[in-house]
């Protein structure tokens, strides 16, 4: 499909620096965050495959971020490293287009599935009694179908998208990896058509999970607000806070990339901000969720203590 549609038959990623300087540093930096996202996502699936008192909806959603967070990290990590190596870091037409599906497919599954978990806490705190029928082992894995659903279907139209296009002579990508809009960037045909289709996805990946977050923690508030006990409050409070915090990283940087027009987000700018979502996030994922929340430390200790006895 690649030699159809196409001259080009390789691209070139440009990577994050130009100075020879900074590879070095930088490579050991990022080699530190992609372990630390390794070590710190397969703790998280271990923790919660070897705890029984985890095998809950919350840590059932939490399980799967952690290994979307952790294949994210894998798909984009190690070619990101080899650009600090290479003057020239190559990457075949179809190899870019492998990455570009499995960018797409596990970007757009954690934005889906953090509204589920959204959804998850949303039905914990407003409606209790009713939590274990209406959060069903079915029902979590019907969502679950719909948030790798909604990830597949996104990325094939992404990829589809993508490879209409036509390359010539320019081969060089503007960024560490293969993102749409570099790649369109460099098309040698018109673009409008396949602008309109990245625009219409990416508004959809972004605002339907955003509008049922926030629908979601308008309920949780109104509940809150209902409890007596300032406890009681603080508890609740609690319960949504990690995962408050992870919606304002991801779904912030992802706006900041991808929804600015480009006269405010210049594709440097735009670089940075994927950067963050695609490396950073899923490293701090582990630890906001396992730093905030008292259940993941209490089964580490007793992991680690049974660890210790055997």
Request: proline share 4%; with cysteine; charged share 10%.
């Given at each position: 499909?690649?030699?159809?549609?196409?001259?080009?038959?390789?691209?070139?990623?440009?990577?994050?620096?130009?100075?020879?300087?900074?590879?070095?540093?930088?490579?050991?930096?990022?080699?530190?965050?992609?372990?630390?996202?390794?070590?710190?996502?397969?703790?998280?699936?271990?923790?919660?495959?070897?705890?029984?008192?985890?095998?809950?909806?919350?840590?059932?959603?939490?399980?799967?971020?952690?290994?979307?967070?952790?294949?994210?990290?894998?798909?984009?990590?190690?070619?990101?490293?080899?650009?600090?190596?290479?003057?020239?870091?190559?990457?075949?037409?179809?190899?870019?287009m492998t990455q570009l599906f499995f960018f797409c497919f596990f970007v757009i599954s954690e934005s889906f599935l953090i509204s589920a978990m959204a959804y998850d806490r949303c039905v914990a705190i407003c409606n209790p009694l009713v939590y274990p029928v209406t959060m069903s082992p079915q029902v979590c894995s019907l969502l679950l179908f719909g948030v790798y659903f909604m990830g597949f279907f996104g990325a094939t139209v992404h990829t589809g998208n993508i490879m209409s296009l036509t390359f010539c002579s320019d081969n060089l990508i503007n960024h560490f990896m293969c993102d749409?809009?570099?790649?369109?960037?460099?098309?040698?045909?018109?673009?409008?058509?396949?602008?309109?289709?990245?625009?219409?996805?990416?508004?959809?990946?972004?605002?339907?999970?955003?509008?049922?977050?926030?629908?979601?923690?308008?309920?949780?508030?109104?509940?809150?607000?209902?409890?007596?006990?300032?406890?009681?409050?603080?508890?609740?409070?609690?319960?949504?806070?990690?995962?408050?915090?992870?919606?304002?990283?991801?779904?912030?940087?992802?706006?900041?990339?991808?929804?600015?027009?480009?006269?405010?987000?210049?594709?440097?700018?735009?670089?940075?901000?994927?950067?963050?979502?695609?490396?950073?996030?899923?490293?701090?994922?582990?630890?906001?969720?396992?730093?905030?929340?008292?259940?993941?430390?209490?089964?580490?200790?007793?992991?680690?203590?049974?660890?210790?006895?055997?």
């Amino acid at each position: 499909m690649a030699a159809r549609n196409t001259s080009v038959t390789e691209f070139i990623l440009a990577g994050l620096t130009d100075q020879p300087g900074l590879r070095l540093p930088l490579f050991f930096l990022f080699l530190g965050f992609y372990l630390a996202t390794v070590l710190g996502n397969m703790g998280l699936i271990m923790l919660i495959a070897l705890n029984s008192h985890l095998h809950t909806p919350m840590y059932f959603f939490l399980f799967n971020l952690a290994i979307i967070d952790l294949s994210c990290s894998t798909t984009i990590t190690p070619k990101t490293l080899m650009s600090f190596f290479f003057k020239e870091n190559m990457i075949v037409h179809a190899g870019c287009m492998t990455q570009l599906f499995f960018f797409c497919f596990f970007v757009i599954s954690e934005s889906f599935l953090i509204s589920a978990m959204a959804y998850d806490r949303c039905v914990a705190i407003c409606n209790p009694l009713v939590y274990p029928v209406t959060m069903s082992p079915q029902v979590c894995s019907l969502l679950l179908f719909g948030v790798y659903f909604m990830g597949f279907f996104g990325a094939t139209v992404h990829t589809g998208n993508i490879m209409s296009l036509t390359f010539c002579s320019d081969n060089l990508i503007n960024h560490f990896m293969c993102d749409f809009l570099p790649i369109v960037e460099i098309s040698c045909n018109s673009t409008d058509t396949n602008d309109l289709v990245i625009f219409i996805v990416v508004a959809t990946v972004i605002c339907i999970p955003t509008v049922i977050i926030f629908i979601s923690y308008a309920l949780i508030l109104s509940s809150i607000l209902h409890i007596r006990s300032t406890e009681g409050r603080s508890k609740a409070f609690r319960t949504c806070s990690s995962h408050m915090v992870v919606v304002s990283l991801f779904f912030g940087s992802g706006v900041f990339a991808y929804l600015k027009p480009p006269s405010i987000l210049s594709l440097d700018q735009e670089k940075v901000s994927s950067l963050f979502y695609t490396i950073v996030v899923p490293m701090l994922n582990p630890l906001i969720y396992g730093l905030r929340n008292k259940d993941v430390k209490i089964a580490l200790t007793r992991t680690l203590n049974r660890k210790i006895l055997s």
